[in-house]
């Protein structure tokens, strides 16, 4: 399996609901991230989880909270999104704590987020 | 500050030419390069990745170049064909596990 899988695909929302994105990779990566894509933008960092520690959090408002039950599962919880938190949520795996091991990047198809 | 650039923003060219997109990086001190493509609304499809150490990667009708000391990447497409359209990101690896991405190429190859 070289996939990261992410569900849902498309998610509309309230700015009072609360939601959660799903990703999955058994690849044995040990690093996972979550970016935050705005259209026509490149992808931005979010958060990063290394062996289920989180490690970066670039100053991400709380309205969004990750998550790492396992080695394999990575979460974004969502509460009291704004429209303008609308956008493509990537996760992405590694293979290395640090990329100077050769590992590169695997992305998710993404979540096509809408908040309403 | 690390500061990736990706020229031309868009590319429209007819099917069948061979093409070169451009990417480059203010800090040399980079672990390794990754070109990728994404469709629209799609995820990124990761298609070269080329250590500090490498010079190129091929991967059937793409070749990457990296020149660190200069802080340039290539991305060469043969032959291009209709379903090569998509936007080509170029990303650079530093340490602390982050990715310095491009803002991309859009790539549109007409019949």
């Known amino acids: 399996d070289t996939e990261v899988t992410q569900t849902p695909k498309h998610l509309v929302m309230g700015m009072t609901n609360k939601k959660s994105l799903k990703c999955e990779q058994h690849?044995?990566?040990?690093?996972m991230y979550w970016y935050k894509q705005k259209a026509k933008k490149p992808p931005e960092l979010m958060f990063v989880?290394?062996?289920?520690?989180?490690?970066i959090n670039e100053s991400v408002p709380s309205r969004f909270s990750p998550e790492c039950p396992n080695s394999s599962l990575l979460n974004l919880h969502l509460h009291a999104l704004q429209p303008e938190d609308s956008a493509l949520y990537l996760c992405a795996s590694s293979q290395a704590l640090l990329l100077d091991r050769g590992g590169g990047y695997t992305f998710g198809s993404g979540t096509r987020l809408t908040v309403v | 500050k690390q500061e990736v650039t990706q020229i031309p923003a868009a590319l429209s060219v007819p099917e069948g030419e061979n093409l070169v997109l451009n990417c480059s990086f203010t800090?040399?001190?980079?672990?390794?390069l990754q070109w990728f493509r994404q469709d629209p609304g799609k995820g990124l499809t990761s298609l070269l990745l080329?250590?500090?150490?490498?010079r190129e990667q091929t991967s059937g009708r793409l070749n990457a170049s990296l020149d660190k000391s200069s802080g340039r990447s290539t991305l060469y497409i043969a032959a291009s064909q209709p379903g090569d359209s998509a936007t080509y990101l170029c990303?650079?690896?530093?340490?602390?596990?982050?990715?310095?991405f491009g803002q991309g190429t859009r790539l549109t190859i007409n019949p």
């Open positions: 690849m044995g990566h040990r690093a």
């Open positions: 989880y290394s062996y289920e520690k989180l490690s």
């Open positions: 990303a650079v690896s530093q340490g602390a596990q982050k990715l310095v």
């Open positions: 080329i250590q500090s150490s490498q």
């Open positions: 800090d040399s001190a980079i672990y390794n």
